[in-house]
């Protein structure tokens, strides 16, 4: 079935540094992609997305580009603040499967002043 | 507004109880999702309805029943809950029809079994 790989462990890094979380699937279909975010507490945002290859999604500061023959979807971030302190889940959907998503694991974002 | 909501936001029961979520959403999608999250913050599909129909029925043990009473609602009943049952409960929406859809998620339901 589709499927979300994320990178393992969290990310602590400092304000204003540069923030990668790799992000790969696997899919039988053509599936959108999505980077949500979800802050201590709360539910889950959409922080962007991308449905076809090539695209590029980008909100707040982050961008993901969804390649196709990498079969990737990292998300990246020139300068982080405090405020960008999260978890972050990359995911799929697709239509054949009514448009469930499948969830990577997560990443835990600590970013220190 | 609150797009999705859900009540209650915290729940703590003891073992065996019977127990409901309840979620609404006021964007109106056609379609509505349940997810778990545990305590590894790792989220899974539950169930889905669209137009008050099931669509999406994981391998989830049949003490959990939801239920679609219109479009803009879909509960949770939970029977006989078990210690494992304690997670964060999200309700979501979205529109079907088209792929790519953004899926919206309500607060969550913070489930403690004692």
């Known amino acids: 079935g589709d499927s979300v790989t994320q990178m393992e462990g969290p990310v602590t890094l400092s304000e204003e540094a540069f923030l990668t979380i790799n992000c790969t699937y696997t899919a039988t279909g053509y599936p959108s992609l999505f980077w949500y975010v979800q802050y201590p507490g709360e539910g889950l945002q959409l922080l962007l997305k991308a449905t076809k290859a090539d695209d590029k999604g980008s909100n707040k500061g982050f961008e993901a580009t969804y390649r196709k023959e990498t079969t990737s979807f990292h998300l990246e971030k020139g300068s982080v603040q405090v405020s960008d302190s999260a978890v972050y889940f990359c995911a799929l959907s697709d239509i054949y499967g009514n448009n469930r998503l499948a969830f990577g694991k997560g990443n835990q974002v600590v970013v220190i002043p | 507004d609150t797009a999705v909501s859900q009540t209650p936001k915290y729940l703590v029961t003891q073992m065996g109880n019977d127990k409901s979520i309840k979620c609404e959403q006021n964007l109106g999608h056609d379609t509505m999702y349940w997810y778990k999250q545990d305590s590894k913050k790792f989220l899974k599909i539950m169930f889905s309805y669209n137009n008050k129909e099931l669509i999406i029925n994981e391998t989830v043990p049949n003490r959990f029943s939801p239920k679609s009473p219109d479009k803009a609602h879909l509960n949770l009943h939970i029977n006989s809950l078990e210690l494992g049952d304690s997670a964060v409960y999200f309700c979501?929406?979205?529109?079907?029809?088209?792929?790519?859809?953004?899926?919206?998620f309500g607060p969550g339901t913070r489930l403690l079994v004692l």
């Open positions: 979501a929406s979205s529109q079907l029809e088209m792929g790519g859809q953004t899926q919206y």
